[in-house]
């Protein structure tokens, strides 16, 4: 029990940061040819990033950028909510608020990445042939399936 505790709380952290490195990094569509490296904020080629961003400006970006944002804040709630739980909770309960959270997280990530691969991830190839996705597109997708799990395995789980 404690083991598995001990893990889901290792794998929520590594949520956590997972989040925070796909939201920040610019690598969601990545171009061999011109070394082209697009994320949610900005154009870069090699180390310059200072590249105008195409679609910067469309509301489907800023989507994303904000239910981006908002995972890694529930995903962080979440967090708090269980260690705090996992000492003031009486013993015999199930970690309902943590999980909860989590899967609030869960719903965010899901449309964020959904917006992304149908409004810009699918269309990229028509913009550059050689290109593929990023890491930070890799992450997100990684993290949709974690908080899933996370979030249920909360509801799941007693207190022992
Ligand atoms: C990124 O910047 C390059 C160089 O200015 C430009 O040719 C390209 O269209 C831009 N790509 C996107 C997706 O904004």
């Known amino acids: 029990m404690l083991v598995l505790l ?3 709380f290792v794998v929520h952290i590594a949520t956590v ?4 490195v796909s939201t920040i990094a610019n690598a969601w569509m990545v171009s061999d040819v011109g070394n082209i490296s697009v994320g949610l ?3 870069c080629t090699s180390a310059d990033c200072s590249h105008n961003l ?3 400006s469309e509301d489907a970006l800023k989507a994303v950028q904000a239910f981006m944002i908002l995972s890694i804040i529930f995903s962080v709630i979440s967090l708090v909510v269980f260690v ?3 000492f003031t909770m009486e013993k015999g309960n199930r970690f309902f608020l943590s999980g909860a959270t989590m899967l609030v997280c869960w719903l965010c990530i899901l449309v964020g990445a959904s917006i992304y ?7 990229f190839k028509d913009w550059y042939p ?9 992450l997100t ?12 395995l909360y509801l799941v789980l007693r207190k022992k």
């Open 6 to 8: 001990a893990s889901i």
């Open 41 to 43: 904020w900005k154009n």
């Open 130 to 138: 050689e290109s593929h996705h990023g890491y930070s597109f890799i």
């Open 84 to 86: 705090f739980q996992l």
């Open 54 to 56: 195409l679609y910067g």
């Open 141 to 152: 997708w990684i993290c949709f399936c974690f908080s899933f799990i996370i979030g249920i």
């Open 117 to 123: 691969t149908h409004h810009y991830a699918n269309n």
């Open 17 to 20: 940061i997972m989040l925070f």
